[in-house]
């Protein structure tokens, strides 16, 4: 049984310039309105690690304060309620949608509850995430059933998963039968988008780019029905159906505007801070969607983990216990993880 005053290791940013690090936190105690999970796993993002890196001032303008812990691809099991929650039960498998979102603000009754302006903090981002073994949660609002997936492995769902499939059920209306869609960059995010690219544009050939063989190997497996290093062999000039850009590099941008047919679709995801510089008229694919986001809503994270239930997508995942966590984000670093890393407090 948890008592008041039970502490746990957590993986925290303490200081701003300083790197996270393994220390004592505080068992969170569920509020009114909250569950208390305990985590099974949870996903590393590289948003993570930029946000380590973060200047002071910036922080302070999002309203963020220290220390909090880090952690935002949160899958468990629901350790106890707060007062006034029902529905859930001690012992279920849940993943966590770790935006903050009001649910009445004009944008969240819209469904576009990412772009709610009480989202600047979310679960482990300027609040507690998911690096210990105790989280809370608020619900049922960023509570997602698992039914029978394995918490251990969903986490990467609710945000590499949530946020590819943000951007390609934006492109799938705009891909006609036999089109190419090509996702460039075959990471975390681009294992899920050839997945989704699968399931919900099934008559699309999907072509994974990639400068990483292990990733090209990882994204065919995963059903690619081809992967390359560069955007140029994927697609001619003008005739890819959609281009997702998981990378954004000046040149994945250049390469990837340059790929799209007419009427087709080009999304920036990755945010590696490329710039595209085109006329905007008659310098772009002519009638085509180009666009660029962040983030993923609540119906994108339930449509990502029923169809994980179903069996029609999955999560590849590279498990790390978390007293190994700095190891974990360095073979993030260093691109040599086949899925995403996943750290469990188990070990
Ligand atoms: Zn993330
Ligand atoms: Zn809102």
Do not use: K
Request: aromatic share 4%; hydrophobic share 50%; net charge negative.
């Amino acid at each position: 049984m948890l008592a008041v005053g039970d502490t746990m290791t957590a993986y925290r940013i303490v200081a701003w310039g300083e790197p996270p690090r393994l220390t004592d936190a505080p068992v969170p105690e569920p509020g009114p309105g909250e569950v208390l999970v305990e985590v099974a796993g949870n996903g590393l993002c590289h948003s993570d690690v930029t946000m380590a890196a973060m200047p002071a001032e910036v922080a302070d303008a999002l309203g963020w304060s220290l220390p909090f812990t880090l952690g935002h691809e949160v899958g468990g099991r629901v350790a106890a309620l707060g007062d006034g929650v029902a529905g859930f039960a001690v012992g279920e498998a849940v993943a966590l949608v770790s935006p903050a979102s009001c649910g009445v603000c004009p944008a969240c009754r819209r469904g576009h509850d990412s772009a709610c302006p009480h989202g600047l903090a979310g679960r482990g981002y300027g609040r507690d995430g998911g690096l210990a073994r105790y989280v809370v949660a608020p619900a049922p609002r960023g509570v997602v059933r698992l039914g029978g997936l394995d918490p251990l492995a969903a986490g990467p769902l609710t945000d590499a998963g949530a946020t590819s499939h943000h951007a390609v059920a934006r492109v799938v209306p705009r891909l006609e039968g036999g089109d190419t869609a090509v996702v460039v960059g075959a990471g975390g995010l681009g294992a899920f988008a050839v997945q989704l690219l699968r399931a919900l544009a099934p008559e699309a050939r999907v072509v994974a780019v990639d400068t990483n063989p292990a990733r090209r190997a990882v994204a065919l497996d995963l059903g690619a029905h081809e992967a390359v290093e560069d955007v140029r062999e994927a697609a001619a000039p003008g005739a890819a159906g959609a281009v997702l850009d998981l990378v954004g590099t000046d040149a994945t941008i250049a390469a990837g505007v340059a790929a799209v047919r007419p009427y087709g679709a080009f999304a920036l995801v990755g945010a590696a801070g490329g710039t595209l510089r085109r006329p905007w008229f008659g310098g772009l694919p002519r009638d085509a969607d180009v666009f660029s986001f962040q983030g993923s809503s609540i119906a994108d994270v339930t449509a990502v983990v029923a169809l994980a239930g179903a069996g029609r997508i999955r999560s590849e995942i590279d498990v790390f216990p978390l007293t190994r966590v700095a190891d974990a984000y360095a073979a993030l670093e260093a691109g040599t993880l086949r899925g995403r890393a996943v750290v469990t407090p188990d070990a």
